[in-house]
């Protein structure tokens, strides 16, 4: 993991800022599924670490509103144009990742990460649920 780039040199990179954006589409879906399901509170932001490769990131996410957990309904072409079209116009778009990128095995990652687990035990242990 030493030979990896320091997050700070790759975190403005085209391609590293597509593919947490993609990460970040998923993770929204996830986070969404978790509050529905009654596993954490529907009306507090969420936090939600997201990997690619050897970088991680922590999101937050929500609250939500009632549209946005709605069940989305199936897209009209299930051949996968519509991935490619989403992955198109994440392409063309312009990301940034505000958030502070970690680099797995560092000290510093390793203290975003506790920071993490004690802000998720708090809120699973709240007992607001759908």
Known sequence: MADFPDPSTIKSHGSVDLQFALA????????????????VPYNEVIEWIISVGPYFIIRRFGPFTQAELDTRGHRPNDSGDADVADLIELAHQFHTIPETMHHIGTTEAAIAVEAFHNIGARLYASNVRM
Do not use: E, R
Not at 28 to 38: C, L, W
């Open 24 to 39: 970040f589409k998923q993770a929204a879906d996830q986070v969404k599924a978790t509050i529905k399901n009654g596993a």
